[in-house]
């Protein structure tokens, strides 16, 4: 019981810290390698995060969309099979707001 309470404190104080975009969703997108395909900037194989943000500019559907593609994969655009994440609806819906917050 008392070993639960400390588990339970020490994460409270883990998700306290920090802003909510540094962290989690940069780290999933280093590890699942998405910069294989994407950057911040440049349109490699896929758009540069900060195109992608420029074209759901002012779409309020734009983050659930991103959210189910990289939740279920498949057809993304032309490319067929687009990598899908093992993550939380949170840790993806982090992803999505990282890519649409690009400049
Ligand atoms: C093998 C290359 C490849 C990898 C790896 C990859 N992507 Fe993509 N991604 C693409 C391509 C190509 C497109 C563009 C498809 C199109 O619009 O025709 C795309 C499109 C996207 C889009 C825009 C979708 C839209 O609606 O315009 C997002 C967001 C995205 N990828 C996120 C990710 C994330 C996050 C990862 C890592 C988990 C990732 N991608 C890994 C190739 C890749």
């Given at each position: 019981?008392?070993?639960a ?20 969703a ?19 194989k ?12 002012g ?9 189910l ?7 993304v655009?032309?490319?067929?099979d ?22």
């Open positions: 019981m008392k070993l309470l400390a588990i339970a404190a020490a994460f409270a104080t883990v998700s306290l810290a920090g802003p909510a975009l540094a962290g989690p940069e780290d999933i997108v280093a590890k699942e390698k998405c910069n294989k395909c994407h950057t911040e900037k440049t349109t490699k896929g758009p540069s995060w900060a195109s992608i943000a420029v074209k759901y500019k779409k309020p559907e734009a983050a659930e969309k991103i959210f593609q990289l939740k279920n994969g498949g057809q655009g032309d490319e067929e687009h990598k899908k994440v093992k993550a939380s609806d949170e840790d993806l819906k982090a992803i999505a707001a990282l890519v649409l917050s690009a400049k």
